[in-house]
């Protein structure tokens, strides 16, 4: 059964750091296109930022250019989604995504995604 296990969240100050990893069982990475959601209490699931299965595009949304960075290693089945300079409003839940073929202006949809991880945890507070 494919399986996506998100981890690297927890409680950090305005301005702090924290990598959130993807990691996934019983399938490949490598041949995936993978998205990186969040949903704050009260608000709907919203797209972070996506890579492309062979890594050909990546996408942010407007709140995440310039602080967050998407990356992936297929060699250890992961992908990365690197957070700076965080701020109280990137407070939610992270979930990772998973779909074979995604053209970009499609990535940032939760429906267009076959496989979810459980989601972890980012709390940004002083």
């Known amino acids: 059964q494919p399986q996506l296990v998100e981890s690297g969240g927890g409680l950090v100050q305005p301005g702090g ?11 490949s990475l490598a041949y995936y296109a993978i998205g990186w959601f969040r949903q704050a209490p009260g608000k709907e699931r919203e797209g972070v930022s996506c890579i492309s299965n062979r890594g050909a595009y990546t996408s942010y949304a407007e709140s995440a250019k310039g602080r967050f960075t998407i990356s992936r290693d297929n060699a250890k089945n992961t992908v990365y989604l690197q957070m700076n300079n965080l701020k109280p409003e990137d407070t939610a839940v992270y979930y990772c995504a998973a779909d074979p073929s995604i053209a970009q202006r499609m990535c940032g949809m939760t429906y267009v995604y076959s496989y979810w991880g459980q989601g972890t945890q980012v709390t940004v507070s002083s």
């Open 17 to 27: 750091s924290l990598r959130l990893s993807c990691a996934a069982s019983g399938f």
